[in-house]
């Protein structure tokens, strides 16, 4: 059974940084490229960042410089590391397996002083 575990999320003040964190199950994690979304109250889920199996990655506009995508094969874990968040990076945090239907639970990441 395919699972995906996010975590690392919780309440940051503008300017801070969080790392999260996906786990994987039963999937060959090394040959998937890996990505994070993020979905805001009453937006649509967006790209966040994405890492192919052999570690290229890209980013959307709005974070590049400011986040990275990282993975751990040997762990089966992918990871963003958030820095100088801003308000507007407010939203629940989902990886996915890219390419197909395997999507973390979420973790809810928030900005606010």
């Known amino acids: 059974q395919v699972q995906l575990v996010d975590s690392g999320g919780g309440l940051v003040q503008p300017g801070g940084s969080l790392r999260l964190s996906c786990a994987a199950s039963?999937?060959?994690?090394?040959?998937?490229?890996m990505g994070w979304y993020r979905q805001a109250p009453g937006k649509q889920r967006e790209l966040v960042a994405r890492i192919t199996s052999s570690g290229s990655t890209n980013y959307a506009d709005s974070v590049k410089g400011r986040f990275i995508i990282s993975r751990d094969n040997a762990k089966n874990t992918v990871y963003l590391q958030m820095n100088n968040l801003k308000p507007e990076d407010t939203a629940v945090y989902y990886c996915k397996a890219e390419y197909t239907d395997y999507w973390g639970q979420g973790t809810q990441v928030t900005v606010s002083s």
């Open positions: 039963g999937i060959i994690f090394s040959i998937y490229a």
